[in-house]
């Protein structure tokens, strides 16, 4: 017998990645936030990593370099983030956080961290770090990118 849908661990994962945009996207318009999950990773990288340029930003969030520009314009419109010509490279930016990007960072990162648990709901404590351990053996993240 073939495996269903539901089976398929491709399936699963998309359908995950669905309920936690969803999750996040609800939690943080009821706070009155207007940011995207895509759009957090990026403010909370460049909190870590103040400078960097759009390719080293899509790198380590993992996001497609040929679209990274469009969500560094949105950050940019909306003054959470200053684009700086790079000293070393005439047709790159280095990407920093402007004090309003950093003020609704601290604002949201609470929020962020609390509705993880509710994206995982159904499992207990135990699962969820055996769920989250097993996903970075998947992606073979060891560390977070410094």
């Known amino acids: 017998m073939a495996p269903t849908l539901f089976d398929m661990p491709g399936h699963l994962i998309r359908r995950l990645n669905q309920h936690s ?6 939690r943080l318009k009821a706070a009155g936030h207007d ?4 759009q957090f990773s990026a403010l ?3 909190a870590d990593a ?3 340029d759009q390719a080293t930003l899509a790198g380590q969030i993992a996001y497609d370099r040929a ?3 469009g969500v560094v ?3 940019e419109q909306k003054a959470l983030i200053q684009r700086q010509p790079s000293e070393t490279d005439r047709r790159a930016f280095n990407l920093y956080l402007t004090p309003t990007g950093t003020a609704l960072l601290q604002q949201v990162w609470p929020l962020v961290a609390a509705l993880q648990a509710e994206i995982l709901c159904n499992l207990s404590d135990s ?3 055996a769920l989250v351990q097993l996903m970075q053996m998947v992606l073979r ?6």
């Not at 945009?21 to 609800?26: D, E, I, L």
């Not at 940011?35 to 895509?38: C, F, G, N, Q, S």
């Not at 993240?141 to 410094?146: C, F, N, Q």
């Open 44 to 46: 909370a990288r460049l």
């Open 127 to 129: 699962d969820r770090d």
């Open 73 to 75: 314009k949105r950050l």
């Open 50 to 52: 103040p400078g960097i």
């Open 141 to 146: 993240i060891e560390d977070a990118p410094a």
């Open 67 to 69: 679209t990274i520009g």
């Open 21 to 26: 945009t969803a999750v996040f996207q609800q």
């Open 35 to 38: 940011l995207t999950p895509v």
